[in-house]
């Protein structure tokens, strides 16, 4: 406890002295920061080589190397620039996409270039056919019919020679049966010789096997058959 006596309420308030500063409270404001004087010769935003007493450390030379008589002398490599890898034009996966689309089209495109020769070929095979499957034609309908002076008229002399017209009848009786069906070429083929040559295959599905009857005839003035021959084997 304070030693100080009791204040009177009627004595009169005493002022306090001039110059007189309360203390301040420590916990209510914060202590003044300690002023900071810069030493003497100091510049602000000079460099450190301005600094007084501040010597620069020497760099090392680097001198040229002698050279000997003859010798060419050594020059440091220029950099050379790097050079830029240009950026690919398409991405990996299109790439590939795009070229089995090429391989397609390419395969594609063969197929349908062997597709147009094959037709082509048939058609310049079958062009010299043409008179020659008239009369072929005449005369199988004429061994359905069992017509054997109209398919004898058909042959050609040399036949002729070595065949009978009786002995023809015969043949045409024997074959006439087993021919009765619809008739289709199993295939036809030309050889240009002299005289030209001509086969003709004809498949005939009968009630008991499928019939190949095989045609052969010769050019000249008119188509002629030279020979024939029946087989249930395609020739």
């Known amino acids: 406890m304070d030693n100080q006596p009791p204040l009177d309420p009627n004595q009169p308030a005493r002022t306090p002295p001039d110059g007189f500063q309360p203390r301040a409270n420590p916990a209510q404001s914060p202590p003044p920061r300690p002023y900071f004087s810069p030493p003497p010769g100091y510049q602000a935003g000079s460099p450190l080589d301005a600094r007084p007493g501040y010597t620069p450390i020497p760099q090392p030379q680097i001198l040229p190397q002698p050279v000997a008589p003859g010798q060419q002398p050594y020059f440091p490599p220029t950099p050379q620039p790097v050079q830029q890898q240009p950026l690919p034009l398409a991405l990996p996966g299109k790439r590939r996409k795009f070229r089995w689309l090429r391989v397609l089209l390419g395969a594609l495109g063969l197929a349908i270039l062997a597709v147009v020769v094959l037709f082509v070929l048939r058609m310049v095979q079958a062009e010299p056919t043409k008179a020659a499957q008239k009369v072929s034609d005449q005369f199988i309908s004429d061994l359905q019919k069992n017509d054997s002076l109209d398919a004898y008229s058909l042959t050609s002399k040399s036949y002729q020679q070595h065949t009978s017209s009786p002995n023809f009848e015969k043949i045409v009786t024997q074959v006439s049966g087993g021919l009765q069906g619809p008739v289709s070429i199993a295939n036809r ?47």
């Open 189 to 235: 083929k030309a050889t240009k010789s002299t005289p030209p040559q001509a086969t003709l295959v004809y498949k005939i599905p009968t009630q008991y096997a499928v019939q190949y009857l095989k045609v052969d005839l010769e050019g000249g003035d008119s188509w002629q058959v030279t020979g024939f021959s029946a087989s249930t084997i395609s020739p």
